[in-house]
């Protein structure tokens, strides 16, 4: 055996909350053990667990360097053949590797090989997946801290206008400057002044700021640090929702270590510049990603907006100047200031620049997070990156930017995707949710669902959002319910015109975007249940009923396996039958017939 | 999970005065409370606003304007069912119908014999793996309409269990 080639050695263990779902930690635990009963030649060999690498639907991922080996979907009892084989005697076990359904080849470095990680750019997901978050001292090793020892040797005018000239926009969700943000909370004559990562993520379908949090705590840390700098803040507060377990977590340890290497504190650097961060656990509302709101949380309070005729930069947390920007922002920061402005500004649009990082969820064939250049096309995420769609089924429309978002038809796929763009065609880029729909998707549904989600989130400040939302809400679940009349279209449009002007902050003004994103592109399923009664893609369940097609029905029996209240009958190679009254419509057959039987009527 | 209530005061105090009389550490104190016991008691809200000097109406406004407290005891086993977008279009849905069916409660209510509570969430942030259904810590992925009454079946054998 060769007794060096394990020298500087790591195996890295997906540690992220899909993977970990998924058993990684168990895998993580199996393989620390096992390298260290390897004996003491041996175990230079270290298993590291890292944040999100973003693969997720091939979860728990275990990677091997240098060698540059990724295995997935790995459990505990492939750890003794990984140690055996791969760690032990440099053999690749080809069954772990993952299988390109294109070329139906085993693809060993999938980053290098696979369109999932060659058509990407990562600025903000840079360090995710490759080090440990809770290591300080992986960070530093890949350039972490260097951009706030830049900072210090720049002055603080320099740092705002680097800013500003690298064009990078608010990842949240508004797309507002940042660097002008900055510009006008360091013109403020009063002191204190405060700074805030908004960490509230509370788009359903969206979970790349918990992936940065979780993965690479530190980079968000340095990026308040250096606009601490710029503004002269003292404080800094990081809102983070408190079902990201993981995220506060590493945060916290983050903070510490941080503290602890005096990149905080009363003397950071040595520079004799005080700054210090704490962590602030959100209590689970969905409008406290609103920033006046969020500040109102911070501060004690219930989280009510207020108009925002003065912005937070001039009087934001207890009345003092505060910038307040998301977690992906933060994020960009120290590469902005490591490699200069007009690097960033050469990468992404006119009016976008940078990359933007999308979770990418749905009916994709790969699920996860992607970064990619603004600009890039929703035709390439979806089908290049994202692998098209599950199942071989048709693609139906794209929901972007959340609640506040819209639906975008497959007639926009080659649509660049950019803040300015979405926005054009009546959605919006949101935090970066990109949720794929197909066929068996239902807008009108869709459009219920997010009404619903709004309705329950609405603060009720104010009347318009507080009411009209709800009087949306009952029109959609009766169209939904079969009840629908098709004067309810036009009600609806009123209705949207109204909240959309009337509201007072952004989750009001924006709520009647899936209404009029879905109307405007898919007014066909809206006549459907209307005046049809029928729910084409079969998911509204009074206006839906599945039966079996007898000519393509081999009755091989896996609907019956699956459904799971006995709803389905018949004998083996037989064409089956479903018992209506029974059946859920939950659409497990449909899901696992091979042959296409299962119809909608 | 649900603790004893009965001596509360002497539990609770503790944790509410971990944090300074500051009105900014309201929330962080509930959270906290709702940890341990998985609902905020009334004796809690009370401590709350004594310690924090607030009035009791803000501390109650509070704690049924974030979701994420509760006023009633949870039971046992807490299932989350998670409806974000992702889960929702994969089924989530037909998830809680399920556990409707099984169970006989529906989002926000508990077990008659306080084994099960069920609530929807918004988005746990794991939509790569939806639909997803948390109990109490563990997380379960791609749960399908029949997995789901697995996972309570699972469940109901360690309720019983403990019971004996």
């Known amino acids: 055996m060769k007794m060096n080639s394990n020298e500087g050695r790591q195996i890295l263990v997906c540690c992220g909350t899909g993977c970990q779902a998924n058993g990684s930690l168990q895998v993580f635990d199996a393989i620390q053990e096992q390298i260290q009963s390897l004996g003491a030649v041996e175990v230079k060999t270290f298993a590291k667990s890292t944040g999100c690498n973003g693969w997720c639907e091939q979860g728990p991922l275990v990677k091997i360097l240098p060698d540059d080996i990724t295995y997935c979907q790995v459990k505990v009892d492939d750890v003794p053949a990984i140690i055996d084989k791969t760690i032990k005697n440099n053999e690749v076990i080809e069954r772990l590797l993952y299988r390109d359904p294109a070329s139906k080849k085993r693809v060993k470095s999938p980053h290098l090989e696979l369109d999932f990680y060659q058509k990407q750019k990562k600025i903000a997901l840079r360090n995710i997946g490759e080090i440990d978050p809770a290591s300080i001292e992986d960070y530093i090793d890949r350039d972490g801290y260097k951009a706030l020892e830049k900072a210090f040797s720049i002055s603080a005018e320099q740092i705002i206008t680097e800013v500003i000239k690298s064009g990078l926009r608010g990842r949240g969700g508004g797309g507002f400057p940042a660097g002008i943000k900055w510009q006008s909370c360091a013109e403020q004559s009063n002191a204190p002044r405060y700074i805030i990562c908004n960490g509230d993520e509370g788009d359903p379908g969206a979970f ?394 | 999970m649900a603790e004893d209530v009965s001596n509360t005061e002497d539990m609770i105090s503790p944790i509410v005065t971990a944090y300074p009389r500051e009105k900014r550490y309201i929330l962080a104190m509930m959270q906290d409370v709702q940890k341990k016991y998985n609902y905020l008691p009334k004796e809690a809200l009370k401590m709350i606003a004594t310690h924090a000097e607030v009035p009791f109406s803000q501390i109650y406004s509070m704690a049924t304007f974030y979701k994420a407290f509760s006023l009633i005891p949870k039971g046992r086993y807490n299932i989350r069912v998670c409806d974000g977008t992702a889960c929702h279009i994969k089924g989530s849905a037909v998830l809680i119908d399920q556990i409707y069916n099984n169970l006989g409660i529906k989002p926000g209510e508990t077990t008659e014999d306080k084994a099960f509570s069920l609530e929807t969430v918004n988005c746990l942030g794991a939509c790569a793996i939806a639909p997803v259904v948390m109990v109490n810590d563990a997380v379960h992925a791609k749960v399908t309409s029949s997995g789901i009454l697995k996972i309570i079946e699972k469940y109901r054998g360690d309720a019983g269990d403990e019971d004996e």
């Open chain 1, 208 to 601: 790349m700021d918990r992936s940065i949090m979780e993965g690479d705590p530190h980079t968000v840390i340095e990026g308040m640090v250096i606009c601490a700098l710029a503004t002269g803040a003292s404080n800094g507060f990081i809102y983070v929702r408190d079902e990201y377990a993981l995220a506060l977590k590493n945060l916290n340890q983050a903070l510490i270590d941080a503290r602890k290497g005096s990149f905080l504190g009363e003397n950071i650097m040595g520079q004799g510049f005080a700054f210090d961060i704490e962590v602030v656990r959100g209590g689970g509302a969905f409008v406290c990603g609103e920033e006046t709101a969020l500040i109102a949380s911070v501060e004690g309070k219930i989280g009510e907006p207020r108009d925002k005729y003065v912005f937070p930069a001039e009087k934001g947390l207890w009345g003092q100047p505060t910038v307040i920007n998301n977690v992906e922002t933060w994020a960009n920061i120290p590469v902005i200031i490591n490699e200069g402005a007009d690097k960033f500004a050469s990468i992404g649009t006119e009016n976008s620049k940078g990359t933007k990082v999308f979770s990418l969820v749905g009916k994709v064939v790969n699920t996860g997070l992607v970064e990619v250049p603004m600009g890039t096309t929703l035709r390439q995420i979806i089908f290049e990156i994202g692998g098209g769609i599950l199942k071989g089924r048709q693609f139906k429309a794209v929901q972007t930017g959340g609640p506040s978002g819209g639906c975008i038809p497959a007639e926009l796929l080659d649509l660049p995707v950019d803040f300015d763009t979405l926005k054009e065609v009546g959605s919006m880029m949101g935090s970066g949710g990109l949720i794929v729909m197909d066929e068996r998707t239902c807008m009108v549904e869709v459009a219920r669902y997010y009404l619903n989600f709004l309705a329950g989130e609405s603060c009720g400040k104010c009347v318009p959002c507080r009411e009209g939302i709800r009087r949306m809400q009952e029109i959609l679940t009766r169209i939904c319910e079969g009840k629908g009349q098709i004067s309810d279209i036009e009600l609806l449009e009123e209705i949207a015109e109204t909240v959309k002007i009337a509201a007072l902050c952004g989750l009001g003004k924006t709520a009647a975007n899936p209404v009029l994103s879905t109307l405007r592109y898919f007014r066909d399923e809206y006549l459907a249940h209307i005046e049809e009664h029928r729910c084409p893609a079969g998911v509204c369940r009074d206006l839906t009923e599945f039966y079996i097609d007898k000519e393509k029905c081999t009755g091989c029996g896996i609907c019956i396996k699956n459904c799971p209240v006995d709803a389905i009958h018949g004998e083996k190679k037989e064409a089956h039958t479903i018992d209506v009254e029974k059946c859920i419509t939950c659409g497990s057959c449909i899901d696992t017939c091979r042959f296409d039987a299962v119809r909608i009527r």
